[in-house]
């Protein structure tokens, strides 16, 4: 009796070693397929973002630059213009210079859009209340809890605008703690899940500088 019972706890044993290696290899070879979307959604992006940027013209300097004042710039639409690429819609690209990062944004989120590329939650960058979600893959935002206050993170809009903001602090939430995340009072926000996904790594972020035009984006070398 004790020898079956011997094997019964082997065979138990080899069971979860083989189900834990297979759930490694899965998740690696979802992380792998999520960094070949980004890569190749972020081209796409940065082209569009490099044809509408080519399709706008030029202001032009005043014919008479001694008596004309210059005018005050047109305030933008609160609404970040968004533009459908292969089915889906994006609002821009993110990018964390300390991570490697440099990452495609969708304009609305769900869980199958989120296996692509981050998503935007809530808000706008015009309003300084972008929220922008994405999975714990590796070569998504899998390396937030790395970052460190003052660290610098851009987000360029679909119209070339660049947005430069600075990590103020970073925190674990619950699930449940939606409002300290929508409405925050941070300029934008980042987060994903825990390995276990029980918890949220949070970065609260603040507007660095006034948002500049990007000249036209390069894509990214692998």
Known sequence: MPKKTGIAIVAVGAV???????????????????????ESLLASVEAAISAQATDTPAATAPKRPDTTETPAPTPLDPEMPVVLLDGYEYVGYVEIPVLGLKLP???EWDYNRL???PCRQFGSSRTDDLVIA?????????????????????FTDMEGIVNTYCVEKIETLNPNEVDAVQNSGYDLVLYTCTKGGKTRVTV?????????????????EK
């Not at 609260?204 to 990214?220: G, L, V, Y």
């Open 16 to 38: 979860l070693i083989l189900s834990a290696l297979l759930l490694l290899l899965y998740n690696r070879y979802e992380d792998a397929h999520a960094r070949q979307e980004a």
């Open 105 to 107: 944004v969708m304009s």
């Open 115 to 117: 296996k692509l590329a």
């Open 134 to 154: 994405a999975h714990n893959y590796e070569s998504h935002f899998g390396h937030l809890r790395d970052l460190s206050v003052g660290d610098t993170v851009t």
């Open 204 to 220: 609260f972020c603040n507007r660095k500088e006034i948002a500049t035009p990007s000249p036209a984006p390069t894509p990214m």
